[in-house]
């Protein structure tokens, strides 16, 4: 389903949204068919710091709550940071933090004082064939652990999209799906660089190995063999 083509969507990421793309996986179109690779949406400041994403496609209505609760989310801070740019960024840290511990039952305390810069020639940082680096490993905030109504949420998680096994504090296994491990990385590194944050959404969620090939068309000129076949 493709949320991006639905109306309401569009009007309202038109209204409050610069919208642009980037291709940072690889795939395959074969005919008209996109083979492999994914999606995720992210919900920038203007100067590339990420607000908050959606990883993997959606449908329309989530893109569009999901985008929703960006603008409000960044209205309130604003009037509540009076122009404390730190005040901002712990506020949507916390805010990931909640939404976790709300809506997938997991509890993490948000990371509202960034860590160190990641060495670049380290050995968990993504890398292109000339040895670039593409994007460092964000490391999320542990889990705490559940809360009171994590038992009926953990059977939901475990039929969600993408749901993975993450681990707390105490070395126990949880599952949580896409959005719930964009909250919980979020809650550490919302307002990061977009470039600091897509490889971990990509390698470390979606599963995708991040690449600098060009997309793989398989046969490009399809009707060169239906013009010889007529002559």
């Known amino acids: 389903m493709n949320a991006l083509a639905n109306e309401e969507v569009g009007k309202f990421l038109n209204e409050y949204f610069c919208s642009s793309f980037q291709k940072v996986a690889t795939f395959k179109i074969v005919g008209n068919q996109k083979q492999g690779g994914n999606v995720a949406a992210y919900f920038c400041a203007p100067d590339g710091r990420v607000l908050h994403l959606v990883a993997g496609p959606v449908n329309a209505p989530t893109l569009l709550a999901e985008a929703k609760w960006v603008v409000e989310a960044t209205k309130k801070a604003v009037a509540e940071a009076k122009g404390d740019g730190a005040k901002f ?90 959005q719930g491990r964009v909250h919980m990385l979020m809650a550490a590194h919302s307002m990061g660089k977009i470039e600091t944050v897509y490889g971990t959404i990509f390698e470390n969620i979606l599963g995708e190995k991040v690449s600098t090939k060009p997309v793989e068309v398989v046969t490009p000129f399809p009707w060169v063999g239906r013009r010889e076949q007529a002559k």
């Open 89 to 178: 960024k712990a506020m949507f840290r916390k805010w990931h933090a909640d939404r976790l511990r709300e809506e997938h039952g997991l509890v993490v305390e948000a990371v509202t004082v960034d860590v160190a810069k990641q060495d670049p020639n380290s050995a968990l940082t993504y890398n292109d064939p000339t040895g670039r680096p593409l994007a460092p490993v964000l490391p999320p905030p542990p889990i705490e652990g559940p809360d009171v109504t994590f038992r009926a949420k953990q059977d939901a998680e475990a039929k969600a999209p993408g749901a993975a096994n993450v681990m707390d504090r105490k070395g126990r296994g949880w599952v949580l799906g896409n």
